[in-house]
């Protein structure tokens, strides 16, 4: 069974900065991607940032030059820098394991004051 565990959500005012960490089960070199997804009260779930195990990244429009998501296959983590932050951003944040099958962690929140 795999486990995700997101952690560094929190409160930040609007320009500052947030890491968020996703520690996983196991090996996260046996998923063909890793990504970070957030859903807004009363939005659908939207891709944030994506990082596949050949290391080919992409963003969403609304957070490139922004964010910076990276993977860690020694320690079996994936990370998502968050720089520059928006009132926009707010969201809780989903950590995400791809295979034949989605896994998902718990989420964690951020919320950008203004």
């Known amino acids: 069974q795999v486990q995700l565990v997101e952690s560094g959500g929190g409160l930040v005012q609007a320009g500052g900065s947030l890491r968020l960490s996703c520690a996983a089960s196991?090996?996260?070199?046996?998923?063909?991607?890793m990504a970070w997804y957030r859903q807004a009260p009363g939005k659908q779930r939207e891709l944030v940032a994506r990082?596949?195990?050949?290391?080919?990244?992409n963003y969403a429009d609304s957070v490139k030059g922004r964010f910076t998501i990276s993977r860690d296959n020694a320690k079996n983590t994936v990370n998502l820098q968050m720089n520059s932050l928006k009132p926009e951003d707010t969201a809780v944040y989903y950590c995400?394991?791809?295979?034949?099958?989605?896994?998902w962690g718990q989420g964690t929140q951020v919320t950008v004051s203004s």
């Open positions: 990082v596949t195990n050949t290391d080919s990244i």
């Open positions: 995400n394991a791809q295979s034949n099958y989605y896994y």
């Open positions: 196991g090996s996260i070199s046996r998923f063909y991607a």
